[in-house]
């Protein structure tokens, strides 16, 4: 059996121990109107093989991306190298955990280390922590920092950061009296307006934005410099293959996720973010830092050199209370960017820029164009049709052919009726481009007809 569950005798007997009567006396504590009176309104048990059964009927209406996927806001399908599978599934990484007696994991520390190193240099940034949960709470957490650094409460948000890591951020400051400003986008990139002032305390940006549009950047830095304020980028990772770092252009804290980096699209998740900054705000850095030094014998070695969560200091001088680090998935990524390398990124990023171009170049062959022409773009464009309805349309009709792709973008942004973005990556081939563009030609047709 897979668990034992207690008998009546058994609670009887555990209850007299402890001396109650019953399971609501534990309870007591709590307001009675705070307890939820009567039964909870949820279908009853089902027998293992029951429970067994329904899983896999829930599991069998997933689509896995077997065709070309062209899909992305913010999840990619990217490839990686096979030794990505063969190092993570060694067993003393894989069943490994957080190191508690960390000086006697120098395997996992090393490749934390090396991690750290491959992400700061990514970010154009001097320090990286060893990994966040996604890049939507290392955003936050860069939020909280600003907020924490310069005693201010006002955050500035471009409304081109990924919708996700926007809501996340509203989560982590709604009870901290903080305030957060979305700056708009007008033709696709961020207006910042009169936004930026002496009461703000971070800025944050997102390159490429979500609807794949390339930002000014350097500006963003120096309006934010010039009030006091923290400058803080969220990136694409493989884009930075292409477009010049964050950090080199002034930025203070540069996140992200790292689903690009050598991880499976796997149903939106897990995946890992990362968090980089500068050596004089280290120590308001959230989470962890992995730092090498020479033991007794002076020979290299590894430690955790900072450990700023409530657990291990005092709560009121923690940075943050993230419990952990995504080490087992950030093994991946740090296993991705040894193997490819500075010039394997570049060669990534150019192959996938490539590859959009050419279906850009497609779709205004049979008349559906960019909606922001005027904008630069990476891998990801945003494209205009009559409307979402005719969007979805294009959607299904893609489907039943084995391809992914349309994220209709009305659902976040009420003016963008119509508008939806496809995303290519270096797996996609040319001839999954041509089969898409025939699609799409189909589907104009269809609609001239109606």
Known sequence: MPYIQNSDADREQMLARIGVSSVNDLFDAIPAAMRVAGDLDIEPGLAEEQLSRHLQELGSSNLP????????GGFYDHGWPAIVDHIMGRSEFLTA???????????????????????????????????????????????LMALAQTGRKKVVISAGVHPDTRATIQTYLKHLDAQVVEAPLV???????????????????????FLG?????????????????????????????????????????????????GVPM????????????????????????????????????????????????RREKATSNICTNNALIALRGCVHMAALGP?????????????????????????????????????????????????????DMLRERGLFGVLPLDRWYDDMEGVFT????????????????????????????R
Not at 66 to 72: D, I, K, N, P, Y
Not at 190 to 209: E, F, H, R, S
Not at 219 to 230: D, G, H, N, S, Y
């Open 65 to 72: 991306a077997a065709g070309a996927c062209f899909l992305g």
């Open 187 to 209: 033709d696709g990139v961020t207006d910042w307006g009169a936004l930026i002032d002496a009461k703000t305390a971070a800025v944050m940006v997102q390159q490429p934005n």
């Open 422 to 449: 496809l995303a290519c990556t270096e797996r996609t081939r040319l001839e999954d481009i041509a089969e898409l563009v025939a699609v799409a030609k189909a589907a104009c047709a269809m609609e001239v007809s």
């Open 343 to 395: 010039k394997g990124l570049e060669e990534v990023a150019c192959v996938a820029r490539q590859r959009m171009l050419e279906l850009v170049e497609g779709l205004e062959q049979i008349g559906i164009y960019q909606a922001f022409p005027n904008q630069a773009f990476f891998n990801e464009v945003a494209f205009r049709v009559e409307s979402t309805a005719e969007a979805l349309r294009l959607k």
């Open 213 to 261: 549009n390339i930002e000014a950047m350097a500006p963003v830095a120096a309006a934010a410099k010039e009030v006091k304020a923290l400058a803080v980028a969220s990136i694409y990772p493989v884009a930075m293959g292409l477009l010049q770092s964050p950090g080199k252009q002034g930025f203070d804290v540069v996140v992200g996720d790292g689903q690009s980096l």
């Open 266 to 313: 796997g149903y939106g998740g897990p995946s890992f973010g990362f968090f980089a900054t500068s050596q004089q705000a280290v120590r308001k850095m959230p989470g962890r830092l992995v730092g090498m030094t020479t033991d007794t014998q002076g020979r290299r070695a590894y430690t955790l050199t900072f450990q700023t969560r409530e657990q291990h200091i």
């Open 97 to 143: 955990y957080t190191p508690y007696q960390p000086e006697c994991s120098q395997g996992t520390l090393q490749t934390i280390f090396e991690f750290q190193s491959m992400i700061a240099e990514l970010c154009g940034c001097e320090v990286a922590n060893a990994s966040m949960y996604d890049g939507a709470s290392a955003a936050a957490e860069a939020a």
